[in-house]
T-cell receptor
Framework: AQSVTQPDIHITVSEGASLELRCNYS??????LFWYVQSPGQGLQLLLK??????LVQGIKGFEAEFKRSQSSFNLRKPSVHWSDAAEYFC????????????FGKGTTLSVSS | ETGVTQTPRHLVMGMTNKKSLKCEQH?????MYWYKQSAKKPLELMFV???????ENNSVPSRFSPECPNSSHLFLHLHTLQPEDSALYLC????????????FGPGTRLTVL
């Protein structure tokens, strides 16, 4: 079955500290991989995506993610968190086929402490 | 307007009402999607339109009726909803055949009384 697991429901980090959000997926073929961020009352904003090539991808707002095929993981990282990064983060996997749905994880809520 | 817009942003309706949600994309895309986001649950795909044809319908109750009159507009018609239909409804669009990255609107927060 196709699925995305984000094992951490809620994470709190101190401002300036590093961040890693975990994402594991189960998919029958080589997927497209995405990270989205959602601020309260807002839609989803694309942070970054992996389709092929370099397994370390850079995104907006200083985020990066690394695709590890052997571990079926696509973890999101940021070296220094800012208070404005507090939001909910969603990992998603999609088929290499046009017009199909993304499969989302349940999300990780990030809180930033001062 | 840029990106994907949704109106209204908030909607409160009774169980006997009929209302419609509207989505418009300004990205030149040719596929549009409705997702439902409920508390504590992953986003659920409801409908997909690709090149203005419905290509996916994930066992959504008939009280939800989508309409895609052209590649830029998507509607979700609602009638006789239940309180458990209260959720954030998100619209997304993508370009078929070109990475197919989905871009989301801000959502409509629906409350059914």
């Amino acid at each position: 079955a196709q699925s995305v697991t984000q094992p951490d429901i809620h994470i709190t980090v101190s401002e300036g500290a590093s961040l890693e959000l975990r994402c594991n997926y189960s998919y029958g073929a080589t997927p497209y991989l995405f990270w989205y961020v959602q601020s309260p009352g807002q839609g989803l904003q694309l942070l970054l995506k992996y389709f092929s090539g370099d397994t370390l991808v850079q995104g907006i707002k200083g985020f990066e993610a690394e695709f590890k095929r052997s571990q079926s993981s696509f973890n999101l990282r940021k070296p220094s968190v800012h208070w404005s990064d507090a939001a909910e983060y969603f990992c998603a996997v999609g088929a290499r086929q046009a017009g199909t749905a993304l499969i989302f994880g349940k999300g990780t809520t990030l809180s930033v402490s001062s | 307007e840029t990106g994907v817009t949704q109106t209204p942003r908030h909607l409160v309706m009774g169980m006997t009402n009929k209302k419609s949600l509207k989505c418009e994309q300004h990205l030149g895309h040719n596929a549009m999607y409705w997702y439902k986001q409920s508390a504590k649950k992953p986003l659920e795909l409801m409908f997909v339109y690709s090149l203005e044809e419905r290509v996916e319908n994930n066992s959504v109750p008939s009280r939800f009726s989508p309409e895609c009159p052209n590649s830029s507009h998507l509607f979700l018609h609602l009638h006789t909803l239940q309180p458990e239909d209260s959720a954030l409804y998100l619209c997304a669009s993508s370009q078929v055949g070109l990475s197919d990255t989905q871009y989301f609107g801000p959502g409509t927060r629906l409350t059914v009384l």
